[in-house]
């Protein structure tokens, strides 16, 4: 450390990288509620503005480092030595001004990341671990008389328990196209705010089944209900009444060895048509409440998200 008594006050110039990188960081924050991309740019921003901020702190650290003239002593008395190497060393110094302002910003940086850190993974990691969810096998399509709803209860991510348990409403159409499965699937999360639907006929519960955790219950369905605030839906799912902004969501799905397995949730603008010859305007999966067509598609575009569970 020198001796500080010449030092002049260190007054940073103005600068707009600190704007621009609260503006990236505000900007994530938004992203990670309403939509990936805006996400990405803000991330992009907070680091572009985040290190353009940080060179610009540290430019007189780095490049203005004085040097200290050596100190220079007579040797008056020193033995004559050709081998000896008289060169003083040049060191670089810093006065307690820059060392203080430098430890101030690495340990702000520091305890911004301990805290950060662990926030950022709490709230991204679960949409990289929970990839599989809806990837449910139903069972063999035999477990689903043509024409009739099925109540389908399961796991969508077992290793997560109970609280990853879904139901669908299943329909087997018979064969589409002369030779392919056809099913209607829909899912039970109101589109209005979320809430639970429910089917509106008797449940068979003589009929119900259960195979590797997945429970099976027929049900004499030609409509649908929510309890919530009285949405109501017909058998293909389009809304009859109520607050629902949308048809409700339905899954893809596939074939596989004979077994019904469940694929993506996408969203339904409306459905013309019944079962296998059913014409859909399919969307993808948005949030309760979003808008998929229409003129109201366009007065709201933007909606918070959540996981599809
Ligand atoms: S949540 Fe279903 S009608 Fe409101």
Redesign the pocket.
Known sequence: MSDTSHDTPHLPGPSLWPIGFAIGVACLLLGLVISWIVAAIGAVLAITFGFLWARDVTRSVRDDVPEIEPEARAVADAPSDDTADTTPASLPTYSRTRFLEASTIGLGAAIGAIVTVPALGFMVLPSFTNLEEGKADLGPIDNFPEGTFVIASYLASPTAGEVSRRTAFVRNNGLAEGDKPSFTILYSR?V????P?QPNGPIDEAAKKEVNGVELRPVLAQSFG?P????LYDAEGNRQA???VRSMDRYTFSIKDGRLVLGELYAVGNVSGTGANAKISRYPWST?GTHVDGVEAWLYPIVPSQVTG
């Open positions: 109101c209005h705010l979320g809430c639907v929510c919530c605030h009285g949405g109520g607050p629902p309760p």
